[in-house]
């Protein structure tokens, strides 16, 4: 294989080339480094990279290799780099999450998404750039700075898993992991040209993840190609997808669009006529509180600093304890001054309304579940984000990503298109609970038809 092959290369065309010989994960884990060391050190400066450990992920390799040649069987991900998000435990190396304060902070073991990516054969390469405490989709990090946009110099990659999406646009790896609590994974997927999924609530384990919001938290991947997000999802989830006969049945959500930009509503419209063809429907679903709703049922203002506090309490590496002590250092970016001092300040989860916050994310559902019923429809679709992607320092309008985070629904990131500007254009697709068939299958023909 060639380095050009390796920087387009899909999970499969990488293991073929591996079972055939054709090349070595020595050599494919060369080639990500080669890649990182153009990109971050001699070229457009991604800045996409927190931690990178070379020699171990050499080593790591070098192991796999060994594996094939004495005949061991190989794991999904045999020998394949893969990168984590910096807020994601990683046996010995730092869980910094987009923080100064905890670069100091060790992971003394591995998260259990990590367990099950060393166990399917994957080469960890290190940890990538994030918004800073996973509390924005901007990437404003105090440890890194922001990440650039893949397409577009000094505009947003989306977060807050910006070095993950970044790291697979700009060809670093096959396949990165993030997580998302309010879009932190689709976001980034949609300004970067990427295939993003967020798995029903609770189908991935959260533990060993720096936590926002545990009732919105959940890990994901991030991956250029459709057939990769399936693969990636089952080895995370530990589930199998079968594609079913349902057809394709897709309500537009008409308020999830935006009038003045055309070139983002016709893609999206695009692409949900190709989805449905001919065995599928496609209907316009006006529902103009559901935006406000979905913003209402948010509950990481009541989880953040608790669940941040726990998380710390037996760290004694990091330089604080607390997210007020976070707020007194003035040491965060600037951009989180007003988040952080809010969320510190928050009564959270002894306040009465804590249980409301619970109660209105279970009415949304229920809610949501019967438009599906009672509209007939499978699928809702509508922009990732109504607005391109900002400059640095500018903050992000338009996001349509709450909604499944607050609903516990899985939803994709699908890429369906280019702005005049050449900015990215994502799709998102949200379902059911459990019903990540269909989105993966959406996304399945949406790469048959070459868009």
Excluded: C
């Amino acid at each position: 294989m060639q380095y050009a092959d390796y920087l387009r290369a899909s999970l499969s065309d990488l293991t073929q080339a591996l079972n055939q010989g054709t090349t070595t994960s020595r050599q494919l884990t060369g080639f990500a480094l080669q890649r990182i060391a153009e990109a971050d050190q001699s070229g457009p400066h991604y800045n996409a990279i927190t931690w990178l450990f070379a020699d171990e992920a050499l080593a790591a390799a070098d192991a796999s290799d060994a594996r094939r040649r004495h005949g061991e069987s190989p794991g999904r991900l045999e020998g394949i780099p893969v990168l984590i998000k910096d807020n994601i435990e990683v046996q010995g190396w730092p869980t910094s999450a987009g923080s100064v304060l905890l670069r100091a902070v060790i992971a003394e073991q591995d998260a259990p998404l990590v367990t099950a990516l060393r166990a399917a054969g994957a080469v960890l390469l290190g940890k990538t750039a994030m918004h800073e405490l996973a509390a924005g989709i901007t990437g404003a990090s105090s440890l890194s700075g922001f990440t650039d946009n893949a397409w577009l110099a000094g505009h947003s990659p989306g977060g807050s898993s910006s070095g993950s999406a970044v790291a697979v646009a700009a060809g670093y790896v096959p396949l990165a992991i993030g997580t998302d609590t309010a879009g932190s994974v689709r976001i980034p997927a949609a300004f970067n040209h990427l295939y993003g999924l967020r798995m029903t609530h609770g189908a991935i384990s959260i533990d060993g993840i720096v936590p926002l919001s545990p009732t919105q938290d959940i890990p994901g991947a991030l991956v250029r190609h459709a057939a990769d997000l399936r693969l990636a999802s089952e080895i995370l989830s530990g589930q199998q997808f079968v594609d079913g006969e349902e057809p394709l049945r897709i309500g537009l959500w008409l308020e999830g669009f935006a009038a003045e930009e055309p070139a983002i509503n016709q893609a999206i419209r695009a692409a949900v006529a190709a989805l449905t063809g001919e065995n599928g429907t496609q209907q316009e679903i006006a529902f103009p509180q559901l935006e406000a709703l979905a913003t209402d049922a948010s509950i990481i203002p009541w989880e953040f600093a608790e669940a941040l506090a726990d998380w710390l309490a037996d760290k004694p590496q990091a330089e604080v304890s607390t997210l007020s002590e976070v707020v007194a250092s003035e040491r965060h970016h600037p951009q989180l001054k007003a988040v952080f001092t809010a969320r510190a300040s928050h009564p959270g989860k002894t306040s009465e309304s804590y249980a409301v916050q619970q109660v209105r994310q279970r009415t949304l559902y229920q809610t949501l579940s019967q438009l599906f019923a009672q509209r007939r429809i499978n699928l809702l679709a509508y922009p990732v984000v109504k607005h391109p992607p900002v400059k640095h320092g500018e903050l992000q309008p338009g996001s349509n990503a709450l909604l499944a985070a607050v609903t516990g629904a899985p939803a994709i990131s699908i890429p369906v298109g280019f702005t005049a500007q050449g900015l990215p254009i994502g799709m998102e697709l949200l379902a059911l609970r459990g019903r990540e068939d269909l989105l993966l299958y959406a996304a399945a023909q949406m790469a048959e038809f070459g868009r």
